[in-house]
């Protein structure tokens, strides 16, 4: 089974060997394999040509393809690695690997910290986090007053600016997640380490909580 699969991933866009990805990533040679099934469902949801756009992310992610978030728009960048506007297969896996139950905390963190620097900066600043903050809120439905807002991001910043310099870079960050596991509850997506028996829509939901981002 695996040679024939082998053979279908040499006809995508951006093929990599799935040996080199298991490798590479949290994944076994059978993960990726049953991941190439979950992709080409994806990448074929819209545009049909064996890419991730843009469009088919946001519909895996809200099962709507022109919903603006800035949520979904971070974390489709941050999958895109190469920058050119779609996620192939190689990019896929790779990224995919960070929500995996084995991926070590500190790649998490890492990624978590990558997600809310907007500006790509090396460090995390009150608007961005405000603008993350607003996002996730309105990804998931739950509608809470400008005080209330405020009030979580300067309760974060009292946390996590240990410096008191108005920013968070990563060893603040990786500080603060160790004391606020919370934070990292919805880098983890269960499902993934029994991808060859569940065969599960790719949805990431994102949830906040009073205690949380």
């Excluded at 986090?129 to 607003?134: D, G």
């Excluded at 309760?155 to 919370?182: H, M, V, Y």
Aim: charged share 30%; aromatic share 12%.
């Amino acid at each position: 089974m695996g040679c024939v699969i082998s053979k279908k991933f040499k006809r995508i866009p951006g093929y990599e060997d799935p040996t080199l990805l298991a490798s590479e990533t949290s994944f076994s040679l059978n993960e990726v394999e049953a991941l190439y099934e979950l992709f080409k469902k994806l990448s074929h949801s819209i545009f049909k040509d064996g890419l991730i756009h843009k469009e088919e992310f946001q519909l895996a992610l809200f099962r709507n393809s022109t919903r603006k978030n800035l949520f979904a728009d971070r974390i489709f960048d941050l999958f895109d690695l190469k920058r050119n506007g779609v996620i192939e297969f190689g990019e896929f896996v790779r990224s995919l690997s960070v929500f995996h139950p084995d991926t070590p905390k500190s790649d998490k963190i890492n990624f978590a910290f990558r997600l809310y620097d907007l500006r790509n900066a090396g460090f995390i600043e009150r608007e961005e986090l405000q603008e993350m903050v607003l996002a996730i809120l309105n990804e998931s439905d739950i509608i809470l007053s400008d005080d209330m807002v405020e009030l979580i991001v300067d309760k974060t910043f009292q946390q996590a600016d240990s410096k008191g310099d108005g920013r968070i870079d990563l060893d603040e960050w990786k500080e603060f997640a160790c004391q606020n596991p919370a934070l990292l509850k919805n880098m983890t997506l269960p499902y993934l380490k029994d991808i060859t028996t569940v065969f599960p829509s790719f949805v990431m939901r994102s949830e906040i909580e009073d205690d949380s981002l």
